[in-house]
């Protein structure tokens, strides 16, 4: 796809106009980042507005003894670094390429001038921010209040809310790729290896099936939190 056609389909920018899209998109670059690179950094102002097009996306916060958890996973068409847009602050997280990715980076000054001309693009970027904060909150809220299996249900669920595709009312949700047995741990804030006998139980259960890179939900369980 192009460039434009791409910001076109992209919240925030779905509502701006073809010469408001065509402008950011000249101004755009597509870029390619291997797995585990640091893309932003926490406490470090962002130089744009990144759009996921293909791979997934770790926003990262390092916890009290060096440990790091993973706040939320982005995949394609989801967007971070949106702070730009907010007079330069610092990340409040890093952002790491889980996987191989592609993006597309928005210069921070050319979406300050498009926000100014398109306030209807901010309100739908403050309202992208509001919906990030819940989840963010909905994390934090999990760690304090649920045990392992309930924290592991609820991210599975809302990874495959934002990244799976239900196969049909009887088969459930594929999400693919999962995220790595680690991955699920750091945002669960436990160990790989209770996550990995937690995922046996629930497999024993039926609610997961796990083939390769891929993860079948059952239904009952993406039920549960949607």
């Known amino acids: ?4 056609e791409i910001l076109s389909c992209v919240e925030p ?17 597509r870029i390619r980042k291997p797995s585990g690179t640091a893309l932003l950094s926490e406490g470090q102002p962002s130089d744009g507005l990144y759009v996921v097009l293909r791979g997934r996306v770790n926003l990262v916060r390092v916890a009290d003894g060096g440990r790091d958890l993973i706040l939320s996973a982005l995949g394609p068409g989801d967007i971070f670094g949106e702070v730009a847009a907010f007079g330069g602050g610092p990340m409040s997280t890093s952002a790491l390429a889980a996987v ?5 980076r928005v210069p921070a000054d ?10 209807e693009t901010l309100i739908r970027l403050m309202r992208l921010q509001h919906d990030k904060l ?5 994390v934090a809220s999990g760690l304090a209040l649920c045990d392992v299996e309930e924290r592991l249900r609820r991210t599975l669920a809302r990874l495959a809310k ?8 009887d088969d459930g949700w594929i999400l693919a790729p999962v995220p790595t047995q680690s991955e699920l741990a750091r945002m669960v804030g436990s160990c790989r290896e209770t996550v ?13 099936t796990a083939s390769g890179r891929r993860m079948i939900l059952n239904d009952d369980l993406i039920s549960q939190y949607i």
């Open 13 to 29: 920018f779905v509502a701006a106009r073809p010469p408001e899209i065509d402008q950011l998109a000249r101004a755009s670059t």
């Open 1 to 4: 796809m192009e460039t434009a």
């Open 196 to 208: 990995s006998r937690t995922l046996s139980a629930m497999a024993r259960s039926g609610l997961v």
């Open 110 to 119: 050319v979406l300050a001038e498009h926000l100014r001309r398109d306030p």
């Open 162 to 169: 934002r990244q799976g595709r239900r196969v049909s009312a």
């Open 100 to 104: 191989h990715c592609e993006l597309l």
């Open 134 to 138: 819940r989840e963010i909150e909905s």
